[in-house]
């Protein structure tokens, strides 16, 4: 894969990332380096980015928090992440990644993604989604395929702790039954990653219009299903091979899950210590 820009009509790779944002003459030079490259704006360090747009590094990371994000790190990840899309559609599964041993290539990769994703994802947000989720009258949970992780993940041991959530990876009739339910007070958290699903984006969209939050784990924080969204925890997902990695998402579930324990740990252990003793009762696991 090269850094040309894509010949085809129509939306650019990076879709519509850099909007109409009124931008500097240096710091439009940024964005047309990065539009134009885009697998260089996807990997390359800050300083390389600086010295092909023919400005300083101040100037890249004063361009990122002009465009609305915290810093070069951040607007890295949702180029990433808008890449991976766009080379997923548009590109041929042709060339083959050669490494030593995959696994370890993979547990390295996605170290970096959660440190990416522990200085990306504020504190305060963590905060406002665990007092939304503790509150809440019910927790509904969508995920699809191997993106279902978290949200499967969270909605089991948030059951476990007695809170009222609830998995449904099914779409189409089913989700529509569940959204004509939504009312205030209830909370649909979906995890996705990789290319837009339009359900999810006519289901938050739905879900706002009912008065009930959305919480939404993803990759892609400019895509309309974050627009809708109450609450947005960015994440990056790019693998070591084809697929993308659902780690650093599935570790944003469990950070959420600790906090809800936490916030109100003095009712959640006698139900933890209940359903241990249901396990015994049932004879779930070998003694």
């Known amino acids: 894969m090269d850094n040309e ?19 500097t003459k240096s710091q439009q030079r940024v ?35 002009t465009l609305g994000y915290s ?11 808008q890449f991976l899309v766009y080379i997923s559609r548009e590109a041929e599964f042709s060339e083959q990644v050669v490494v030593e041993s995959p696994v370890h290539d993979s547990l ?7 440190e990416l994703a522990r200085n990306l994802i504020d ?38 702790m007695g809170y009222p959530a609830s998995f449904e990876q099914r779409t189409g009739v089913h989700l529509a039954a569940i959204l004509n339910t939504l009312t205030e007070g209830d909370v649909l958290l979906i995890s996705h990653l990789w290319r837009p699903l339009k359900e999810y984006t006519a289901a938050a969209r739905i879900a706002a219009a009912s008065k009930a939050k959305v919480i939404t784990i993803t990759d892609l924080t400019t895509s309309l299903l974050a627009k809708y969204s109450d609450h947005v925890l960015p994440v990056p997902s790019e693998g070591v091979f084809t697929f993308q990695s659902a780690t650093a998402a599935v ?20 139900r933890l210590v209940n359903v241990h003793e249901l396990w015994n009762e049932l004879e779930i696991y070998e003694s």
Not at 133 to 157: D, E, T, W, Y
């Open 108 to 114: 390295a990769h996605d170290a970096k993604n959660l």
């Open 251 to 270: 570790s944003v579930a469990y950070g959420l899950l600790a906090g809800m324990e936490n916030h109100e740990s003095h009712a959640i252990r006698p």
């Open 5 to 23: 820009l894509d010949s085809q009509q129509g939306t650019p790779w990076h879709g519509d990332l850099f909007g109409n944002t009124k931008l």
């Open 31 to 65: 964005v047309n380096s990065l539009s134009l490259n885009p697998k260089f704006a996807a990997y390359a360090e800050l300083n390389e980015v600086a010295e092909r747009s023919a400005v300083n590094s101040s100037t890249v990371v004063r361009t990122a928090q």
């Open 123 to 160: 504190a305060e947000k963590v905060a406002e989604c665990i007092d939304v989720l503790c509150n809440a009258k019910r927790i509904i949970c969508l995920g699809q395929g191997s993106h279902a992780a978290p949200s499967m993940v969270f909605a089991h041991l948030a059951s476990v």
């Open 71 to 81: 810093g070069w790190p951040d607007l890295q990840r949702e180029l990433r992440a």
